[in-house]
């Protein structure tokens, strides 16, 4: 039995995080969905893909599942 309000936290928050084959296919999605937004928004385009970064509780590997989305964050550069 948890004795302490933090510890029981700690304990909750294992519960919520991601094991290895999940931890892949949120990889998996990240680097898919940023592979259409830079095919979207290319080099020749002028306003091409800068970075993508996958933000929020999948990044923090909290996310609840069942795995159904992932949020990405993409910076784009202004060439006009």
């Given at each position: 039995m948890?004795?302490?309000t933090a510890r029981a936290f700690e304990?909750?928050?294992?519960t919520l995080l991601l094991i290895d084959a999940q931890k892949a296919s949120v990889r998996?999605?990240?680097d898919a969905t940023a592979g259409y937004v830079k095919s979207?928004?290319?080099t020749s385009s002028n306003m091409p893909l800068?970075?993508?970064k996958l933000i929020?509780?999948?990044?923090?590997?909290t996310i609840i599942r069942p795995l159904d989305d992932i949020?990405?964050?993409a910076v784009f550069q202004n060439k006009d």
């Open positions: 948890t004795l302490t304990e909750f928050k294992e998996s999605r990240r979207a928004f290319p800068d970075t993508a929020g509780s999948a990044q923090r590997e949020d990405l964050l």
